[in-house]
């Protein structure tokens, strides 16, 4: 079997070519927007083939392109391709070539590629996740705008409220505010508008995949986790049981914290941030909405919260809340809290613990 190591970029891809006892056959460089000589290319090298990319924000197309003409398509991990390269110098060429021996070797370091279904909701889920920040980035501005007037307006800026607010404020402010909160005013509306209709597509796309309503419903019965955030969890994670430990994936979502350790002494510092960003803002916002909601989780955030601070705390709250998550997908029942006073049903397998 023949083995091909890429290095992917927006302009151009590099690939090695190394045949059974690792000789390099061919190397080759292709434009990215030849579509048709890259299909053409992998599949003039026969339906024996491994192909290795290392995954990129823009991997999607090349994926589509190639896993039809080849045999099998790796996703390396990019954090960890690095550390096995040693002293190489970092080459287009040499890149290409160390994927290619990591997966002739079997040593490649897999990342994780989701459904074609799920691919599609994640972007979607994605795309409704940045709506949402730019509306509360545009309901900051406005309120700015009001507190350099003395003028706070309501609590929240939604689009029937700002634009009342304008209206009875207007003639107090300066012509370069007038301007701008008119704008922005604008936008929250145009905002709104598309948060909705994203809102409401991504509902029809969730009840399209009958099978994932399971999943869905398991995960809301955790305190602070709704629709959103639930959706959220399985476009970012997938098959959420295919972790085998919390620690795996609390990993896998960047909220465990780094550890620097030399000897017998150990620093453990700022949570890594590895992996989808969307993932940590939502159990973090989830979090916040459990302090608010649930008892239980507000006295796990004041314990906390005594010797970490307030912030910590809630980042170890939305690293719980993951982990009962995964609890209920692994035990297949929905959410209690430990000290609920359920005695748990008695199986011949193992018994998974919410107390994590």
């Known amino acids: 079997m023949k083995t091909i190591g890429v290095d992917l970029h927006k302009a151009s891809l590099t690939a090695t070519v190394l045949d059974a006892t690792g000789t390099i056959l061919e190397r080759k460089d292709i434009p990215t927007k030849c579509r048709k000589q890259i299909a053409t290319y992998f599949a003039s090298h026969g339906p024996d083939v491994q192909v290795a990319v290392e995954s990129v924000g ?81 309901r900051r501005h406005l309120r700015w705008i009001g507190l350099k007037n003395n003028l706070p307006g309501p609590d929240t800026f939604t689009s029937d409220r700002a634009q009342k607010w304008l209206l009875s404020q207007d003639a107090k402010l300066n012509a370069a505010h007038r301007f701008a909160s008119r704008q922005f005013v604008d936008q929250i509306t145009s905002l709104e508008r598309q948060l909705a209709d994203t809102e409401s597509t991504l509902q029809e796309s969730v009840a399209a995949h009958a099978d ?35 620690d795996q994936l609390s990993a896998y979502a960047g909220l465990c914290p780094r550890v620097t350790q030399s000897g017998e002494s150990a620093h453990h510092g700022h949570i890594s941030k590895q992996g989808p960003p969307q993932l940590r ?31 910590k705390a809630a980042t170890a709250l939305a690293r719980k809340l993951l982990s009962y998550a995964w609890s209920v997908c ?25 107390d994590i």
Not at 125 to 136: G, T
Not at 219 to 225: A, L, R
Not at 228 to 240: P, S
Request: aromatic share 10%.
């Open 58 to 138: 823009f991997y999607h197309w090349f994926w589509d392109t190639v896993k039809p003409a080849v045999r099998k398509l790796h996703l390396a991990a990019p954090a960890a391709v690095p550390a096995c390269a040693g002293r190489r110098t970092k080459t287009a060429r040499n890149d290409s070539l160390l994927l290619a021996e990591l997966l002739r070797n079997d040593r490649l370091p897999m990342a994780y590629v989701p459904d074609d279904s799920i691919r599609a909701l994640r972007e979607l889920c994605r795309h409704r996740h940045r709506l949402a920040r730019q509306l509360a980035l545009a």
């Open 212 to 246: 994932l309503a399971p999943t869905l419903a398991l995960f809301q019965s955790v305190p602070g986790i709704g629709f959103i955030t639930a959706v959220t969890i399985l476009c970012e994670c997938g098959d959420i049981t295919r972790f085998d430990t919390i």
């Open 281 to 311: 803002w939502v159990l973090q916002q989830a979090a916040w909405v459990a302090i608010r909601c649930d008892p239980n989780a507000r006295r796990i955030y004041a314990r906390i919260a005594k010797r970490a601070g307030s912030k």
């Open 330 to 354: 692994r035990q297949g029942r929905p959410f209690v809290w430990p000290n609920a006073g359920i005695k748990p049903v008695t199986a011949t397998g193992p018994v998974w613990s919410y």
